[in-house]
């Protein structure tokens, strides 16, 4: 590397480190690195002439440098700042003529004119091609916003890379062509990608708005949820009690049966006649109350389409279509799912019918329970009075 080449190399990075906007956190330093990079990597291909290598570096390390004065025109701006470095220095007028017109090539939608342009242009964008592309376009929109030049989103952003890519960038060297071109390719393929998933995304997430628009509301669908679990819990609870006093009285009964009432043939037990019959009698009533409990109903099974139609039948209780053919269930169910009211009428309609069912067997088991508890009662009183009458019937013999 010639000694104005290290020159520029330590005048560059000392003015970018210091003297730039920290903001510009893509036109930076580390650019103007990767750029320099960039352009010996073309030029060990390309196997220029000593001076010509020595232009195209310089130029490198200077294309930038005019945004410590701002960004607008700041190709024109990097000129100047390269121009007095190098007369400084007593650079040739020639030189640095070259210099200027290939640092003023970096400007935006420039053509370049012969292999220097070419070169200074494939380097700049190399960044295209490199796995590092993600990180640096990133950096790159950040800057443009927190500069308050353009503020993007990331889907126009991304169509504007995509939009680069495609019809404004090309690589102009042989080397570029070769051996950055598919990479850049494949970046670009990644951003289509990217869209292409977005978009199905987005889509994904209308359907989702417009299915929760369309389906019933969260706030009633968990109303009716929990309401018929309520519902169903509570009958649990009642077909349990009712099974409880069937278990307790059927052992009763079959105590009586098996001790008491055979002693009865005796006259000497003839006291405990009425006690034991009091006793069966109310436990044989407990058991029917407790039966009835839990004893369904018996329905028709079978509606009419006029039902349907008019909205008049629960198609969501068995006991109104177990008679029902499949294709005739099947129709009235397409029938209900097509109205949001309809589905809330018969969700109502199977609360209610519930509820009464509900209703029924606690107003039953409360009637079991009570003259459960008032038949042990009486026995035990019963059973008490004989044995006193009889002891004072032993004592007056």
Same mark, same amino acid.
């Given at each position: ?8 190399? &330590? ?14 956190? &893509? ?16 030029? $060990? ?8 290598? !020595? ?32 007369? !400084? ?29 070419? =070169? ?51 690589? &102009?060297?042989? &080397?570029?062509? !070769? ?68 278990? %307790?009285? $059927?052992? =009763? ?10 002693? @009865? ?15 069966? %009698? ?22 009419? *389409? !006029? ?8 198609? @969501? ?20 799912? *097509? ?59």
């Amino acid at each position: 590397m010639s000694e104005i080449v290290q020159k520029a190399e &330590y005048f560059v990075t000392h003015l970018l480190e210091n003297q730039l906007n920290k903001n510009y956190l &893509y036109h930076n330093l580390k650019h103007t690195q990767r750029v320099v990079k960039s352009t010996k990597e073309l030029l $060990a291909f390309h196997k220029l002439p000593e001076l010509e290598n !020595e232009l195209l570096l310089i130029a490198a390390w200077f294309h930038d440098t005019g945004y410590t004065k701002g960004a607008d025109d700041h190709e024109a701006k990097s000129c100047i700042i390269a121009s007095d470095f190098l007369k !400084e220095e007593n650079y040739s007028e020639e030189g640095i003529s070259e210099i200027n017109k290939i640092i003023l090539a970096t400007k935006r939608h420039h053509e370049p004119i012969g292999l220097h342009e070419e =070169i200074i242009r494939d380097a700049d964008a190399s960044h295209f091609a490199q796995k590092s592309y993600w990180e640096t376009t990133d950096y790159l929109k950040e800057e443009l916003e927190l500069l308050g030049i353009k503020k993007y989103s990331q889907k126009e952003w991304r169509d504007a890379n995509i939009k680069m890519f495609r019809t404004e960038h090309k690589y &102009y060297t042989e &080397y570029a062509q !070769e051996n950055w071109e598919e990479a850049k390719q494949k970046n670009l393929k990644q951003l289509i990608k990217d869209k292409k998933t977005e978009k199905e995304i987005a889509k994904k997430e209308s359907l989702k708005a417009k299915y929760k628009s369309e389906s019933p509301d969260r706030g009633i669908q968990t109303l009716f949820r929990v309401t018929l679990k309520n519902h169903l819990t509570l009958s649990d609870i009642a077909d349990t009690k009712a099974n409880i006093l069937l278990s %307790v009285n $059927a052992i =009763i009964i079959s105590v009586a049966l098996s001790n008491l009432i055979p002693k @009865l043939d005796n006259p000497s037990n003839s006291y405990l006649i009425y006690p034991t019959l009091i006793f069966i %009698v109310f436990s044989v009533i407990s058991m029917i109350l407790a039966v009835l409990a839990t004893r369904p109903n018996v329905t028709s099974g079978k509606f009419t *389409k !006029e039902d349907v139609v008019q909205k008049k039948v629960n198609l @969501l209780f068995f006991g109104n279509f177990h008679k029902m053919s499949l294709p005739e269930y099947e129709w009235a169910i397409q029938e209900l799912v *097509k109205d949001n009211k309809f589905i809330y009428s018969s969700l109502t309609k199977d609360l209610y019918f519930l509820g009464l069912v509900l209703n029924r067997k606690y107003k039953i088991l409360r009637i079991t329970y009570t003259i459960f508890i008032i038949g042990i009662v009486v026995s035990v009183l019963a059973f008490g009075i004989s044995f006193h009458f009889e002891e004072m019937s032993k004592l007056n013999r």
